[in-house]
């Protein structure tokens, strides 16, 4: 990825563990504390399930090893150190072999409400409850080995797939509107513009017109791809990489559809 970043990730010892300061442990506490009450009663089930196995604590950073334990025994995936901002090629290898880069930095209190490159609260309260899920464990592994040997084109276009499933997808379901992409789960502004904002676009997920929808990471998303429940991701999951490839091909020939932002 050629972008820039003033966040260094932080060093693990030789047990995969980190010396966090009071300040970044009490920035954990006031993001997470916070993020707890507004997903309340908006994640999806299976988010809380896994919020519930995985038991974060409160008053600090999780150490990585902690919360792959738990991930190693309910899907076999674990949290991998990274740095803050990661190349496609390194992000698609872990993938597929049920490894979830994490960088090991916070933020800071200066861009406490949003920041553009993931930290260590997006990934881990945003994405790793849902690692705890068979179909979403599954379907993450799966993207990865799409991206494995695909041109530097091709990843664009399954970048938007990963965009609007894992980051900002949305559940459809009997109860309303419920949330399952880490890149809503962590930001209260998203949690609400994507349940109770006005005019907001929410549209069945289909593959390829998710493949032609252009996005911006650094704005309220303007439009949410929903499912029904998690499981369906097992449907995209069971396409063969080529014929998912087959749709990236047609995408590139229909071409994008028109940006819903200025």
Not at 91 to 119: C, G, N, Q
Not at 131 to 136: A, G, I, P, R
Not at 148 to 161: D, G, H, I, M, P
Request: hydrophobic share 35%; aromatic share 12%; net charge negative.
């Amino acid at each position: 990825m050629a972008k820039s970043t003033t966040y260094q990730s932080r060093a693990c010892d030789e047990n995969g563990y980190i010396e966090w300061s009071e300040e970044e442990n009490s920035i954990w506490n006031e993001l997470i504390t916070r993020q707890l009450k507004v997903v309340e009663g908006v994640a999806c089930d299976e988010f809380t399930q896994g919020l519930k196995l995985l038991d974060l604590p409160l008053d600090r950073i999780p150490q990585l090893p902690e919360v792959s334990k738990v991930l190693k025994t309910t899907t076999g995936w674990q949290c991998e150190p990274v740095n803050a901002l990661i190349g496609f090629g390194e992000f698609f290898r872990l993938l597929s072999e049920r490894k979830f880069p994490v960088a090991t930095f916070i933020r800071t209190r200066e861009e406490f409400d949003y920041l553009k490159e993931p930290d260590i609260f997006h990934e881990i309260f945003g994405h790793c409850p849902l690692l705890t899920n068979q179909s979403f464990a599954d379907y993450t592994q799966a993207y990865g080995q799409m991206g494995l040997n695909a041109t530097k084109e091709q990843r664009v276009f399954l970048a938007r797939l990963y965009w609007f499933t894992v980051e900002f997808g949305l559940l459809d379901t009997e109860n309303g509107i419920k949330l399952y992409g880490g890149g809503i789960l962590s930001s209260p502004k998203e949690t609400k513009h994507a349940v109770y904002g006005k005019g907001v676009k929410r549209v069945p997920l289909n593959i390829l017109d998710v493949l032609r929808t252009p996005y911006k990471i650094d704005i309220i998303q303007p439009i949410y791809y929903t499912l029904n429940k998690v499981k369906n991701l097992d449907d995209i999951r069971k396409f063969e990489v080529e014929e998912i490839m087959a749709f990236v091909e047609e995408a590139k020939e229909l071409g994008l559809h028109q940006a819903l932002y200025s």
